[in-house]
C-alpha cells in the first residue's frame, strides 16, 4: 500500500476516534463505566478492521492477479466487530443486588453504537457519523430529563421491589 493511503486511512482513524471520544465524554460525566478512552478506542478500532479488510481484499487480487476470483465479503468484517464490541459491552452490564436491577445497559449501547461510527467513517461516510454522534447525545443526555421526570415516576408507582424475588 502506497504511503498516501496509509496517511489517509489514518486519518480516518483519528475522525474516528473523536467521534467516539465525544460519545464517551458524555458517558464519563455522568459516572458510568466505559468513558472517553473506551469509546475512542472502539470507534478507532472498528475503522480499523474495516480499512484492514480492504486491505487484505486487495493485496490478495494482486498477488493471485486474478481479481475475477477474488470475492470479498464485507460483511463479515462488521459481523466481526459486532461479535467483539457486544463481548465488551456486556462486561459492562452488571446487576444491582440491593435494587434488583440491571445497570449500565446504555453504556454497552452507547459502545456498540460508537463502533457503528467507527464502521462509517471507514466507509467515508463522515456525515453520517457526525450525525449518529448527535444521535447518541440526544438521546443519552436529552431524553434523560424526560426518563428522570416521567418514565421513573411512572416505574416507581406501578412496582414493587418487594415483590421480585433475589437473584440466585
Do not use: W
Request: hydrophobic share 50%.
Amino acid at each position: 500500500m502506497d504511503t498516501n493511503f496509509q496517511l489517509l486511512a489514518l486519518l480516518k482513524v483519528i475522525v474516528a476516534v473523536f467521534l467516539g471520544g465525544i460519545i464517551g465524554v458524555e458517558r464519563e460525566n455522568i459516572g458510568k463505566p466505559a468513558g472517553m478512552r473506551t469509546h475512542m478506542l472502539i470507534a478507532g478500532a472498528s475503522t480499523l478492521f474495516v480499512l484492514l479488510g480492504k486491505v487484505i481484499i486487495i493485496n490478495y487480487c494482486t498477488s493471485i492477479e486474478q481479481t475475477s476470483f477474488v470475492r470479498g465479503d464485507p460483511i463479515r468484517v462488521i459481523q466481526a466487530i459486532v461479535l467483539g464490541i457486544s463481548f465488551i459491552g456486556a462486561g459492562t452490564i452488571l446487576q444491582y443486588q440491593e435494587r434488583k436491577t440491571v445497570i449500565y445497559l446504555t453504556s454497552a449501547a452507547s459502545i456498540l453504537f460508537t463502533a457503528a461510527v467507527g464502521i462509517c467513517v471507514a466507509l467515508d461516510l463522515f456525515l453520517l457519523a457526525a450525525g449518529s454522534v448527535g444521535i447518541v447525545l440526544l438521546i443519552n443526555r436529552g431524553l434523560r430529563y424526560f426518563d428522570k421526570k416521567i418514565l421513573k415516576k411512572r416505574k416507581r408507582s406501578s412496582v414493587s421491589y418487594k415483590d421480585i424475588k433475589p437473584f440466585e
